[in-house]
C-alpha cells in the first residue's frame, strides 16, 4: 500500500512543500493538504499535473480534529506548515496515532511573544513511547543553517569557536511595507528584543541595537541587524566548544522606519483593545491591511543569500569559513508560484521529511536538525533547488 504525506498549512510555505513533495512523489505517496480554509488547499492542488492532491479542511487548534484527519487519510507522516501556534496541537496528534511529525518554526504561544523549543523538547520521552520521530525546525533558518553548521563541524573544524548568521533578503516587492511571510510572526520577532550567546549566558540587547555591514555575495553590501532567532537555542546545546553564536538579518531603512512608526502607534500590540464597542487585536487588524505575503510572489525581484561564518580550529590552526545559498525570487516563482523565502523554507521541509521516510535520518524522539549526519541533507540541497556554496575567509 502507498504511504500517505499529509501537509497542514496551505500559506505560502505549504504551497513550496506541495509542489516539491509532489515532484518527489515516489517517495511521499499519496499527498494531501489540509488547512482551515479549504478552497486555498483547491487552489494549490489545482497547480499540481503530476499528480492528484487530496484536499481537506481541518481546524489546526483542535488535537481531536487533527486526529480524526490522520486516521481518515492514514498519514505515515505529517508536514506541519501551519503557524507555529499549531506545533503543540499537532504534535500531540502523531503521539496519539504514532505517526511521525516534523515543522518549521518552534512554538510560540499566541497571547505571548516568546517563542522556545521547551514545550516541543518536552514531549521527546511520548515521542520514544510511540515509536515515532519528531523532526523540529526543518525550514531554512532554522533548518538549513542547523545543518550548514553540523557541516562545519564535520568536514572543517576540530572545534568551533563562534557562529555568526546571516540572513539576507534583497527582494523588492515594490509595496512601500510588507512582510515576506506572515506578518504576524515576523513582525513580533522583528521587534522582539535581541539576544545572543557568548561564554555559556544569553545577552539581551534593544530591538536592532547592534548593527553591521556584510557583504553578501551575490548580493552586494547591506545593513544587518542582530535578532534572537530561535536556531541557537539548539545549536548552543549540540555544537561542543561553542563560544559565541549570534544571528544577523537585513532590513532597509524604510521597512525599518515603518516597523517605528507601527510600534510607537501600539499597531504591533497582541493584547486586544476596545473600538466601537468590539476587540480587536491590533496586530491582527494591521495583517489584514497588509499584502497577502502569497500575493508577493508575481511582484518581487531581486536575491535572497542565507549563511553561516564559522570560526574555529582545524589541526591546530585558525580557520574561517562561509557557507551560504543564494535563491533568485524570479526563478522559485517560475518554478513554483512562490517568492524565495517561501521556497526555501518549504524545500527543506521536503526534504526532511525525505530523509525521514527514506529512514535516512530517522531516530525515535524529537530532534533538532543539527543532531543528524548533515551529507545527505546537504546532497538533497543540491538536488532539489537550493544549491550551497562554501568559501575560505
Ligand atoms: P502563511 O500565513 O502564509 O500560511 C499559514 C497557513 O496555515 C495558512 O494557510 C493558514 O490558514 C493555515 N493555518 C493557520 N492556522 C490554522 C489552523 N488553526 N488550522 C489549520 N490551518 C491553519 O504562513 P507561511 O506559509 O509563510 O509560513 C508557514 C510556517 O513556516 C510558519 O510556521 C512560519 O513561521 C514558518 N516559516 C519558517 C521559516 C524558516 O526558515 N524556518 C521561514 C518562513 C516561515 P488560513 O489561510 O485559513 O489562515
Redo the contacts with the bound molecule.
Sequence with gaps: MKKTTLI???????RVVVHKCAMNVDVFGNIVLA???KS?CDIIAAEIKNVTIQTEC????ITEDIISLIKKVNAAIVIN????Y?DLTIMDACIACGVDYLD??NYEHPDEAKFEYKLQWERDAAFRKAGIMGLL?S?????VTNVFCAYAQKHYFDEIETIDILDCNAGDHGYAFATN??PE?NLREVSANGRYWENGKWIETEPMEIKMVWDYPEVGEKDSYLLYHEEMESLVKHIKGLKRIRFFMTFGESYLTHMKCLQNVGMLGIEPVEHQGQKIVPMEFLKTLLPD??SLGPRTKGKTNIGIVAEGVKDGKKRKIYIYQVSDHEKCYAEVNSQA??Y??GVPAMIGAKLMLEKKWYEEGVHNMEEFDPDPFMQELNKQGLPWKIKEL
Excluded at 506548515?81 to 507555529?84: G, I, Y
Aim: charged fraction near 15%; avoid cysteine; hydrophobic fraction near 40%.
Design positions: 497542514i498549512g496551505a500559506g505560502g510555505v505549504g488547512s482551515r480554509t486555498k481541518v481546524d489546526a487548534d506548515v501551519a503557524l507555529p499549531q518549521t518554526a525546525g525550514g531554512f533558518d532554522p533548518g511571510f506572515n510572526i505575503p502569497a523565502v517561501s526555501t523554507t
